[in-house]
């Protein structure tokens, strides 16, 4: 069965330093593969997606980047963290057009501090 | 403009107590349609989807969703909700290769 792995579950930064937040998934060739962005009590964000290895479209420009490195792996990086870059990160996959279904990671908390 | 909305920010009923969440959508077509939960500090689990067919959809967790097109709505619903649904709740929509979601509206149940 497919799997999705997602870590750090939590992380604490201070500002400026860097990031690096990594998602794999497992059962699966070739998904598509999705960041999104939670802010505290707010809907969620789609910040990057990739359909291939080293294809990266980005939503919204931010000091946040992507990297798809291998097939089912996912980083979601930052050279210099912000505060604003608090939230909750969510990696996600499907395996055909985002809008038929996504199938989400458990999410890591980041705080900057 | 392409929009998901969530009217309710919170809802608080009491365990035993019938529950309905709203979504309202606004596209130019019908998308996909879905709804998600999250519970504090995990990721979001698919409860249900309508892509076509009978307007009356069954998830998990006992949870219902129907499909007006004529008030472009898919409300969530369960007869009696039991304690361990306080969670947030995310419907979303799925058009041309994106799925956008709606800000989320928290479930408080009161024993």
């Known amino acids: 069965s497919q799997t999705i792995h997602q870590w750090p579950a939590t992380l604490v930064q201070p500002v400026g330093s860097p990031l690096s937040l990594e998602c794999t998934v497992e059962?699966?060739?070739?998904?598509?593969l999705y960041w999104y962005r939670q802010a505290a009590g707010r809907g969620l964000q789609l910040l990057f997606y990739s359909v291939g290895i080293g294809q990266i479209s980005s939503e919204v420009p931010q000091n946040l980047s992507a990297s798809r490195p291998q097939d089912r792996q996912f980083i979601l990086s930052s050279k210099k963290l912000l505060l604003s870059d608090s939230g909750f990160y969510l990696c996600?996959?499907?395996?055909?057009?985002?809008?038929?279904?996504?199938?989400f990671g458990s999410g890591t908390q980041l705080s900057v501090l | 403009a392409q929009s998901v909305t969530q009217p309710d920010i919170h809802i608080t009923v009491s365990e035993g107590a019938s529950l309905e969440l709203r979504c309202n959508y606004s596209?130019?077509?019908?998308?996909?349609l879905f709804w998600y939960v999250q519970s504090p500090g995990q990721g979001l689990q698919l409860l249900l989807k309508?892509?076509?067919?009978?307007?009356l959809v069954q998830g998990i967790k006992g949870f219902e969703a129907e499909f007006k097109r004529s008030q472009s709505s898919f409300n969530l619903r369960k007869p009696s909700v039991h304690w361990s649904d306080a969670a947030e709740y995310f419907c979303a929509v799925g058009l041309n290769n994106d799925m956008r979601f709606g800000a989320g509206t928290r479930l408080t149940v009161k024993p």
């Open positions: 309508y892509f076509s067919g009978d307007t």
């Open positions: 059962g699966t060739s070739n998904p598509n």
């Open positions: 596209y130019g077509a019908t998308p996909y």
């Open positions: 996600a996959w499907s395996s055909g057009p985002p809008n038929e279904k996504l199938l």
